[in-house]
């Protein structure tokens, strides 16, 4: 009970942050009042009328990264959405995410846990630079093993050559 | 706290059910020189369900090395050493012949004898009697064909070894263990979540792998006695690539805690981590020397993925590849003289390759496409690797000097991820 108190306080707008047990709760009181709006919101905290990571006209439901072949830099027209999930950390102390690198297919699995790591890395210390702490970010790999697209040409393995920003309790 | 509760409801898991899914085991190519010998069906064998010759037989064929002379046709069939007709066999161009029986014992026990006989200098090579449970049978025609191995080649025989690897079924992966010959395959580990490479404890005992059931990777080690498992690295980050050390005591492994891919070492129990690695690129897939004072490893320190040795305590890392843009996963010969590593070919295949530590020297063994994880046998003569056919994934085995080759595929599925387990002790 603690916990989802301690949630809905810090932002009432972190779908999921509680955790599975507070989600199978009927009427769950984080997530029903993110998906009421401003009415259900405790009184003086912000009205926003949509939660922002999963708004599709807000920046921060964009979650990808998506990298050129055996590469890791984060390409400039990804910039401006790692920026705002950095800006959002910075804003929402109580926030955690995990940034998951992926591979495609080819090459060896375990170099490729490693390649992956590389990459969700790069997403970190961007938004280390950026202002966020390494406290609320875990980097880790799917490597190959979770592709996104299951074909074997370029047309699938640019899709699994990705990383992704997953905040915690989605 | 709750983070974890989360994930681990994610993923549902299976420890040590007894599933059985056969491997087939499909042989091409040969040896350069073959020995023909002839394995004469054991009097009182075609009680057992399986036999016992069959299974030698097909052992000895699947090596390489032996060319099978056909037994029919000789009457009388010998079983003992005074009913050899060694003109028979020569005739037929058999220069060894294996003969025998299986006797029921009143304790319900089997009793198998056997001999091995030179035809050509008309000599009794080794005889043997074991007194068997009948769950053993198969266990003792390895056995023999492990015995008729080392007799007629000088090398040790790893039919009585076992292998392991990951089925992916749909969205089901499984750990499994077969014997060497594909039969038998159990079930260590069901999950919902990749599994990937599993490592055999020097005594055949253990098992450590990586398991993303918590949507990372961490290292477990699972009994393959009792079944039971403990986590063995579940650091912040990934945690993987776990490598024995050759007395058991250690693992050599991969994680991310400081910052890149690097190698550490950890007691069996989980306890003691200690970085070796300190590079500022990726260093990972690590693999002890058989007499446990080197590791080699992949690192991309230079710009590009290679194998490197460095010592077992971390210091005087040296690049051992040069040829090609892309090395990766090294794994020691049994004697330490060698190692086999995937080599990337001509931008776009995968192979399995084999370099000599002393000369340099490097040799492509495979001509399959999609090459990954090959270890070696116990005996150093065949490696295991995993390829794809026809899309899907197989095991795949080639002789070290890339004559011999054998697939080993399922039914159904995707098999990859393959190592050999050592040999068992006698």
Request: net charge neutral; with cysteine; proline share 5%.
């Amino acid at each position: 009970m603690k916990k989802i108190l301690f949630s809905t306080l810090l932002v009432g707008l972190l779908a999921g942050c509680a955790g599975q047990d507070v989600k199978d709760q009927p009427k769950a009181a984080v997530e029903d009042r993110t998906a009421q709006g401003a009415d259900a919101k405790p009184a003086g905290q912000k009205s926003v009328t949509a939660n922002p990571l999963t708004d599709p006209s807000n920046i921060l439901s964009k979650r990808s990264v998506y990298y050129d072949f055996d590469k890791s830099d984060v390409k400039a027209e990804y910039k401006p959405m790692v920026e705002a999930h950095s800006k959002y950390l910075t804003g929402t102390k109580g926030a955690k995410i995990a940034v998951q690198g992926n591979c495609d297919e080819r090459g060896s699995r375990e170099y490729n846990v490693a390649l992956g790591n590389r990459r969700a890395d790069s997403v970190r210390k961007m938004m280390n630079v950026l202002g966020a702490s390494d406290s609320q970010i875990e980097v880790v790999s799917f490597g190959e093993e979770k592709p996104r697209a299951a074909c074997h040409d370029e047309s699938c393995w640019k899709e699994n050559r990705r990383s992704d920003i997953v905040y915690q309790g989605e | 706290m709750i983070f974890r509760k989360l994930l681990v409801g994610a993923a549902w898991l299976l420890l040590a059910p007894w599933a059985h899914a056969a491997l087939t085991i499909e042989i091409v190519g040969s040896g350069a020189n073959q020995i023909p010998i002839s394995v004469v069906p054991f009097a009182g064998e075609n009680v057992l369900p399986q036999g016992i010759t069959a299974v030698i037989a097909a052992d000895l064929q699947r090596s390489g090395l032996f060319k099978i002379v056909d037994p029919a046709g000789v009457k009388p069939e010998p079983h003992e050493l005074a009913e050899v007709n060694y003109p028979d066999w020569r005739t037929r161009g058999a220069d060894a012949l294996a003969i025998g029986s299986v006797l029921q014992r009143p304790d319900g026990k089997l009793e198998v004898r056997f001999r091995l006989l030179d035809a050509v200098k008309q000599v009794q090579l080794d005889a043997y009697s074991y007194v068997i449970d009948r769950t053993l049978v198969r266990a003792t025609a390895h056995k023999i064909a492990d015995l008729i191995y080392e007799k007629l080649t000088g090398d040790v025989g790893v039919f009585s070894t076992r292998i392991a690897y990951i089925v992916k079924s749909g969205t089901r992966y499984e750990l499994q263990v077969a014997d060497a010959d594909g039969y038998g395959a159990q079930t260590v580990l069901a999950s919902s979540e990749p599994i990937i490479s599993p490592s055999w404890s020097p005594d055949g005992t253990r098992l450590a792998y990586v398991s993303f059931e918590r949507k990372k990777p961490i290292i477990y080690v699972q009994s393959l006695v009792s079944g039971q498992r403990q986590t063995l690295a579940q650091f912040k980050g990934n945690n993987s690539a776990p490598a024995w050390s050759p007395d058991g005591k250690q693992l050599a492994i991969v994680l991310t805690k400081d910052g890149s891919s690097q190698i550490y070492l950890i007691n069996a129990d989980g306890s003691g981590v200690k970085r070796l690695s300190y590079s500022s690129g990726i260093d990972t897939e690590p693999s002890f020397s058989p007499d446990g004072t080197s590791i080699i490893f992949t690192s991309d320190r230079g710009g590009s993925p290679q194998i490197y040795r460095m010592s077992a305590s971390g210091s005087g890392a040296q690049r051992l590849t040069f040829e090609g843009s892309y090395n990766v996963s090294p794994h020691f010969s049994p004697d330490g003289k060698s190692f086999t590593f995937i080599q990337r070919v001509n931008g776009s295949s995968f192979n399995v390759a084999l370099q000599d530590l002393a000369s340099g020297q490097m040799q492509v063994l495979t001509d399959t496409r999609m090459d990954e994880s090959p270890s070696f046998a116990p005996n150093g003569k065949m490696l295991l690797y995993a390829t794809e056919m026809g899309g899907r994934g197989i095991l795949a085995a080639v002789s070290s000097d890339g004559r011999v080759k054998q697939r080993l595929s399922t039914q159904a599925g995707d098999v990859r991820e393959p190592e050999w387990g050592p040999l068992l002790l006698k």
